[in-house]
């Protein structure tokens, strides 16, 4: 495949589609008739918490991956993340023969960056502030000539993670609305595209915790917002829009649903016990999203795009111990 | 399809597969490649946790009621079971329009009692020693002329067991081994039964608590042993063999792996941190079993059939407070 340099059309995400799939899992698709009558919806849950390295994140790495020159390649690549993205990067460098430099913050979990180093990356300290992170990347493109893969903020990423939704389309044709978490809107925006292209019928919306509502004030606005504070327990949503995925979204996401911080926890939990599937907070956010405003989807056939699972099973947020020592 | 009155043929098994098809998932067979190169075995998982009523139990309870005649139907089902299989004999019951009587033991846990009403069966108390649910299982027969659905000692059930590995070998024919847990050898002697008639290159191998050996004495003594106590974590598992369960395992299986408490706890806490899925422990002795026996399985391609994912969020092994609490 080539280097994608302007919004993916549908040539470019069917390329995507078959230049990562020897790096992918297709990963199935599942539903619970209890968990639809309890929630009056019925949901087709894409479970990329089964895909490599935990998380949709792979997708989206293994295309910039790709997409890279021979030359590139020769150079290796630097990134600055503290999760799946820095997993996905080395993950699929390591598949690739490339050579990954990953600047994580000294607050990443611990098994996240063992993980990393287990893909063989090279693993670099930083302060956790997003201008410590991308000053350490920098450096290290300056010293080594680089070449930088974004987390969401690239149409390549951008192409990558929209081949989630196409499996799901691939498998479910006839949905009347796409639902993803939004975080830095890669997931978001390469979803969109792919209703665009392939189902224009489906109506792609995005789900977002309250507590960093940035994407739904960005749609608000007409420009990209930021947030006060990332206290919200989606760890993988406390980042915000870029300019690419904030103009793919706007033009092809009809609205964003904001939702609280319990319902979260209590959407992460029903899909453990109905679904059987171990997800992460942030993959439970589009749940929460029509438990919350049921009028919305009552009666609806909705896909969800399930984010990932690396979750650590110390810190369940509805282990008893840790609920008791809540206020 | 009619009723199966001596041990299951090769035509019996594929009639049941197509009597049960529209009662059951066709559930979906995983793998991890990290998961892999840590245990240094090739493992399959057939995933029957996304199974209707979260466990295998759906089939076989499905073709035991499809293989009854009108006039039984119409007289009504009942069976005792503190947990999966209740609900199963509940929802295929329902599913086929039969009125399903299911006598539980009080210690059964509320979230099992509450899923089978929310069936429609009715419910009805007992000891929870097996004399006692017997007992009230016959009081009912002979009080409504109701037939009794064994858990697994009836071939009818057997059969449908066996469709689960029938599944995985169509997905994945060449295993060198075939490994399932062991309580009352329902799902362990139709898989066996599958393997002579579908795989005869393929082993068939039993997983054991240590704590709770019957079956591994069982295949040593020549006849049906019990167990001086049930202390196993597995709680799936705490069950022995029936005579016909038996005759098959003693026939068609090659050995049976005993495990300790502590492995099954790892290997559980690795099945869900590695696959991203939410199973019992009873799930979790088949991969136990490869971790206590590195040498007996290094090297081979070994299918497990994940018997289920009823388990309590509240109280799970690996929960730090529960941990803390241990000696």
Same mark, same amino acid.
């Given at each position: 495949?080539?280097?994608?340099?302007?919004?993916?059309?549908?040539?470019?995400?069917?390329?995507?589609?078959?230049?990562?799939?020897?790096?992918?899992?297709?990963?199935?698709?599942?539903?619970?008739?209890?968990?639809?009558?309890?929630?009056?919806?019925?949901?087709?849950?894409?479970?990329?918490?089964?895909?490599?390295?935990?998380?949709?994140?792979?997708?989206?790495?293994?295309?910039?991956?790709?997409?890279?020159?021979?030359?590139?390649? @020769?150079? +290796?690549? /630097?990134?600055? =993340? $503290?999760?799946?993205?820095?997993?996905?990067? !080395?993950?699929? *460098?390591? &598949?690739?023969?490339?050579?990954?430099?990953?600047?994580?913050?000294?607050?990443?979990?611990?098994?996240?960056?063992?993980?990393?180093?287990?893909?063989?990356?090279?693993?670099?300290?930083?302060?956790?502030?997003?201008?410590?992170?991308?000053?350490?990347?920098?450096?290290?493109?300056? @010293?080594? +000539?680089? /070449?930088?893969? =974004? $987390?969401?903020?690239?149409?390549?990423?951008? !192409?990558?993670? *929209?081949? &989630?939704?196409?499996?799901?389309?691939?498998?479910?044709?006839?949905?009347?609305?796409?639902?993803?978490?939004?975080?830095?809107?890669?997931?978001?925006?390469?979803?969109?595209?792919?209703?665009?292209?392939?189902?224009?019928?489906?109506?792609?919306?995005?789900?977002?915790?309250?507590?960093?509502?940035?994407?739904?004030?960005?749609?608000?606005?007409?420009?990209?917002?930021?947030?006060?504070?990332?206290?919200?327990?989606?760890?993988?949503?406390?980042?915000?829009?870029?300019?690419?995925?904030?103009?793919?979204?706007?033009?092809?996401?009809?609205?964003?649903?904001?939702?609280?911080?319990?319902?979260?926890?209590?959407?992460?939990?029903?899909?453990?016990?109905?679904?059987?599937?171990?997800?992460?907070?942030?993959?439970?956010?589009?749940?929460?999203?029509?438990?919350?405003?049921?009028?919305?989807?009552?009666?609806?056939?909705?896909?969800?795009?399930?984010?990932?699972?690396?979750?650590?099973?110390?810190?369940?947020?509805?282990?008893?111990?840790?609920?008791?020592?809540?206020?």
């Amino acid at each position: 495949m080539h280097r994608i340099h302007t919004i993916p059309t549908a040539a470019d995400i069917r390329a995507a589609a078959q230049a990562i799939a020897p790096y992918i899992h297709q990963t199935p698709v599942l539903s619970s008739q209890s968990l639809n009558a309890l929630i009056g919806v019925e949901l087709y849950f894409k479970c990329e918490n089964f895909q490599r390295i935990g998380a949709f994140k792979m997708r989206g790495a293994a295309c910039a991956l790709r997409a890279l020159t021979p030359e590139e390649r @020769q150079r +290796g690549v /630097v990134t600055h =993340s $503290s999760g799946n993205h820095a997993q996905a990067v !080395a993950s699929a *460098a390591r &598949a690739l023969g490339i050579a990954a430099h990953i600047v994580m913050p000294t607050i990443a979990p611990a098994p996240k960056r063992a993980a990393t180093l287990g893909y063989g990356a090279k693993v670099y300290d930083s302060a956790p502030d997003n201008q410590s992170r991308q000053a350490a990347a920098d450096a290290l493109i300056a @010293q080594h +000539g680089l /070449v930088f893969v =974004s $987390s969401a903020d690239d149409y390549n990423v951008i !192409a990558g993670q *929209a081949t &989630a939704a196409k499996e799901l389309l691939g498998e479910q044709p006839e949905l009347d609305i796409l639902l993803a978490p939004v975080g830095a809107g890669g997931l978001l925006s390469g979803t969109a595209l792919t209703a665009h292209y392939f189902a224009p019928q489906t109506a792609v919306w995005g789900a977002e915790p309250r507590m960093v509502d940035d994407a739904y004030r960005s749609l608000q606005s007409g420009r990209i917002e930021g947030n006060d504070h990332i206290m919200t327990i989606a760890d993988g949503l406390r980042t915000v829009l870029g300019q690419r995925t904030f103009g793919i979204i706007r033009q092809h996401v009809e609205r964003i649903v904001r939702v609280e911080e319990a319902t979260i926890v209590k959407a992460m939990r029903l899909m453990w016990e109905r679904l059987k599937i171990v997800v992460e907070p942030s993959s439970a956010v589009p749940l929460a999203a029509s438990m919350e405003q049921p009028g919305l989807f009552e009666g609806q056939r909705v896909g969800i795009i399930v984010t990932g699972g690396n979750v650590s099973l110390d810190q369940l947020p509805f282990c008893q111990c840790l609920s008791a020592a809540q206020p």
